[in-house]
């Protein structure tokens, strides 16, 4: 039986089987490599919303507009607020925060490498606009609904949350270490940011309880 690699070699003159066997190494170990660093091996960031303390005022969507765009536009915001008038209570809202997932989807599934983890931005993974081609790929590739990469209508190329990385219409430093204009707007505190890995509870996403003794006082549930 004849060799797969002695095969491939046949077909690509020039190139002798120890080269051949040399160059997918190093092609694999760069693939590895780029999956390390495209899926977030080196950023720890995750914003987390508690969904019963949201009051759907979409403060959040406006000011992610606003210091990215520099217009406060709710279908260029990078964080989504669904809401459902016939749902029962918590379900009748929905946010649809970035989960900067560890393994994403949308950087696996570029064929550009325009969205990857930004070494400039403390590997904050985000898309590079002047490398985005606008085949939507990201948009599509990523699993929660509504996606949380979108598309920029715009300016036509994908975007996703870059947790305030970069803000131009903005004075303020954001990334892992810094501020996050929803984090910062919600007049509710009802948005954290971690660097801890949180625990994802399926299509759920993360979840945290932000309800102390004043949201008791209040009337509201705490557990």
Same mark, same amino acid.
């Given at each position: 039986?004849?060799?797969?690699?002695?095969?491939?070699?046949?077909?690509?003159?020039?190139?002798?089987?120890?080269?051949?066997?040399?160059?997918?190494?190093?092609?694999?170990?760069?693939?590895?490599?780029?999956? %390390?660093?495209? *899926?977030?091996? *080196?950023?720890?960031?995750?914003?987390?919303?508690? @969904?019963?303390?949201?009051?759907?005022?979409?403060?959040?969507?406006?000011?992610?507009?606003?210091?990215?765009?520099?217009?406060?536009?709710?279908?260029?915001?990078? %964080?989504?607020?669904?809401?459902?008038?016939?749902?029962?209570?918590?379900?009748?809202?929905?946010?649809?925060?970035?989960?900067?997932?560890?393994?994403?989807?949308?950087?696996?599934?570029?064929?550009? &490498?325009?969205?990857?983890?930004?070494?400039? =931005?403390?590997?904050?993974?985000?898309?590079? @606009?002047?490398?985005?081609?606008?085949?939507?790929?990201?948009?599509?590739?990523?699993? =929660?609904?509504?996606?949380?990469?979108?598309?920029?209508?715009?300016?036509?190329?994908?975007?996703?949350?870059?947790?305030?990385?970069?803000?131009?219409?903005?004075?303020?430093? &954001?990334?892992?270490?810094?501020? @996050?204009?929803?984090?910062?707007?919600?007049?509710?505190?009802?948005?954290?940011?971690?660097?801890? *890995?949180?625990?994802?509870?399926?299509?759920?996403?993360?979840?945290?309880?932000?309800?102390?003794?004043?949201?008791?006082?209040? &009337? =509201?549930?705490?557990?």
């Amino acid at each position: 039986m004849s060799n797969p690699n002695d095969m491939a070699c046949k077909n690509m003159p020039g190139i002798s089987r120890r080269n051949f066997i040399k160059y997918t190494g190093l092609t694999l170990v760069g693939v590895f490599f780029f999956r %390390i660093e495209a *899926t977030g091996e *080196t950023q720890k960031g995750y914003l987390l919303v508690d @969904k019963k303390k949201c009051q759907g005022c979409m403060s959040c969507m406006l000011a992610c507009s606003l210091v990215h765009h520099g217009e406060e536009n709710l279908s260029l915001s990078r %964080i989504q607020i669904l809401q459902n008038p016939q749902g029962s209570f918590p379900d009748v809202l929905v946010i649809s925060q970035c989960r900067q997932c560890v393994d994403p989807a949308c950087v696996a599934s570029c064929p550009v &490498g325009a969205l990857k983890a930004d070494p400039n =931005y403390d590997y904050v993974i985000m898309v590079n @606009k002047e490398e985005c081609i606008g085949c939507k790929s990201c948009v599509r590739a990523c699993p =929660y609904k509504p996606g949380r990469t979108i598309w920029n209508f715009k300016d036509n190329h994908s975007q996703k949350c870059d947790l305030c990385a970069k803000t131009p219409y903005w004075n303020a430093t &954001g990334g892992l270490n810094g501020e @996050k204009a929803c984090v910062e707007i919600c007049p509710l505190d009802a948005i954290i940011f971690t660097t801890q *890995t949180p625990v994802q509870e399926g299509d759920a996403g993360y979840s945290v309880n932000l309800r102390g003794e004043e949201w008791e006082r209040l &009337g =509201y549930s705490i557990d």
